[in-house]
């Protein structure tokens, strides 16, 4: 099982950007799935979550100019980012809440965690 982030980069202030989050693996279920964030020398912060039946949550700074989504055929979570700041600026961990069977053929609830994506906003 593999979370695998993307879309992260280099982008001006007030541009946008794309994330994406791909779930692989043998998954019986993905329940929350969400966004967080971590600045250099700061901690991780929620940016964003959303439930398997699309009800959302954002941090409120957030709100407005982030959108989170997801494709349940295709177990992958998205953000939207638009108007980003400099002080946004940090990688992006997508987070899921998963049911799945591990290589032991036994049922395993786990909350995971991709690899981060860096977002640098800077003119």
């Known amino acids: 099982v593999q979370l695998q982030a993307s879309g992260g980069g280099l982008v001006q202030p007030g541009g946008s950007l794309r994330l994406s989050c791909a779930v692989s693996?043998?998954?019986?279920?993905?329940?929350?799935m969400g966004w967080y964030r971590q600045a250099p020398g700061k901690q991780r912060d929620l940016v964003a979550t959303?439930?398997?039946?699309?009800?959302?949550s954002y941090e409120e700074s957030v709100k407005g100019r982030f959108t989170i989504s997801r494709d349940n055929a295709k177990n992958t979570v998205y953000l939207q980012m638009n108007s980003l700041k400099p002080e946004e600026t940090a990688v992006y961990y997508c987070?899921?809440?998963?049911?799945?069977?591990?290589?032991?053929?036994?049922?395993?609830?786990?909350?995971?965690w991709g690899q981060g994506t860096q977002v640098t906003v800077s003119s």
């Open positions: 987070n899921a809440n998963l049911i799945y069977y591990n290589p032991a053929q036994e049922l395993v609830a786990s909350r995971s």
């Open positions: 693996g043998s998954i019986l279920r993905i329940d929350d």
């Open positions: 959303i439930t398997s039946g699309g009800s959302t």
